[in-house]
């Protein structure tokens, strides 16, 4: 069984005062957390945290009790593309890059083989109803149609843990159900999924919810 989360976390933006205090998380296999509470708390901070992204001034991450947040900038990249999916906020997809190009480019920094990660991709594709053609680029697509391509970038190497931050808050009701189920069966798979959310009909979904 899968275990991570952080332990007595704090952190703080340069010099500024720290947002998050003394924070500790542990979420185990099969779980899907909401990390909830109002703007501003450190909901969207501490999935950083979570996934390598930023160190904290104080405690850390752990998985399988190992402590991972001091490791090298090179040992944590790796750990990320072969342990953890991240879906951002704004979908940060490449607008250089095709739809497809941006779901599989996972499969460039981990030991995922291309051709499967097409496979993936295209299954994904249909299953979040991402209803554009994949050879189009971000900017000719909206916005919900580009922040569930991300879930399908983040979903496509099937990682052991995804961090998601708001994944249904560009959606309309239809679509952000389609992906709060999509989030339980990745859960209920054996994986772990924690997700930064205003949203109460996903954090009705988790299996608990953290306050912050």
């Known amino acids: 069984m899968t275990t991570f989360g952080c332990e007595g976390v704090e952190f703080g933006y340069g010099r500024l005062p720290s947002i998050l205090r003394d924070v500790s998380l542990t979420v185990h296999t099969g779980e899907m957390v909401a990390l909830t509470g109002e703007s501003g ?25 190992r402590p991972v947040s001091a490791l090298s900038d090179r040992a944590r990249s790796a750990l990320r593309a072969s342990s953890m999916g991240f879906v951002f906020q704004d979908a940060a997809l490449d607008h250089t890059r095709t739809v497809l190009d941006n779901i599989v480019e996972v499969s460039i920094y981990g030991d995922l083989d291309p051709a499967l990660a097409r496979e993936r991709a295209a299954a994904l594709a249909e299953e979040f109803g991402v ?21 399908c970038r983040a979903l496509v190497h099937d990682p052991p843990i995804l961090l998601a931050d708001e994944p249904t808050g560009n959606l309309d ?19 772990i999924v924690v997700a930064a959310t205003h949203d109460p009909r996903l954090a009705q979904a988790c299996s608990r919810t953290v306050s912050l």
């Open 131 to 151: 209803l554009v053609p994949t050879d189009r680029r971000p900017g000719q697509i909206s916005g919900g149609q580009a922040q569930r391509i991300a879930l």
């Open 173 to 191: 009701d239809r679509s952000a159900s389609g992906v709060i189920a999509g989030l339980r069966r990745h859960a209920d798979a054996g994986r």
């Open 41 to 65: 708390r450190g909901k969207s901070t501490l999935l950083y945290l979570l996934g390598l992204m930023l160190t904290p001034r104080r405690g850390d991450v752990h998985l399988d009790g």
